[in-house]
């Protein structure tokens, strides 16, 4: 396994201990030592996963102090465009956004940490991406930014969205707690 932070501080690309034969695919995506070594939070409280259909998009979420968290992404089945939005008032990177493509044939995973929103568009059917979060999701510090409101090109004329998310804020409206 390799860590490696981004331009962005506080968000990491994970290389994971990733194999892939005849018999299938072995990822570790999680070692509590290099996390540690990194500094990084590994206190996880709350584990979960969402299957997504081709052309979903889902975001930009966060949750907002005291129940904002730091969290471990990764693939399972399928393929992502993942969105990062630094949402930091004093960061460097304030309102710019981090994008990869995320496959899980890859072996790569994102930690991000606490004052980013994070969104995905699945690249085909049947995608299911991992969550492992600092703190129980509670819905009342549920929040988000509407996820075409902030410059990102997600290269889609129809995307499937919900309704919750067509309804966020918009960036230019949005006041950080972060």
Known sequence: M???????????????HFIKDERGIYNK???LD????????????EFFYSESQKDVIIGMHFQIPPY???KL????KGSVSDVILDIRKKSKTFGKFFEITMDSNEG?????????????????????????????YNSYYDSGIKFDSFGYDWKIKEP???????????????????
């Open 2 to 16: 390799k860590i490696v932070e981004t331009e962005f501080k506080g968000l990491y690309l994970i290389k994971t």
């Open 29 to 31: 995506v999680f070692n």
């Open 34 to 45: 290099l996390f540690k070594n990194y500094n990084l939070n590994t206190n996880f409280e």
């Open 68 to 70: 904002d968290h730091e």
């Open 73 to 76: 992404i990764f693939e399972v």
């Open 108 to 136: 790569i995973a994102l930690y991000v940490s606490k004052g980013f929103a994070h969104g995905f568009k699945s690249l085909i059917d049947n995608t299911i991406i991992c969550y492992i979060t600092t703190k129980v």
């Open 160 to 178: 499937i969205v919900s309704e919750k998310d067509r309804n966020l804020i918009s960036f230019d409206r949005f006041e950080s707690p972060f």
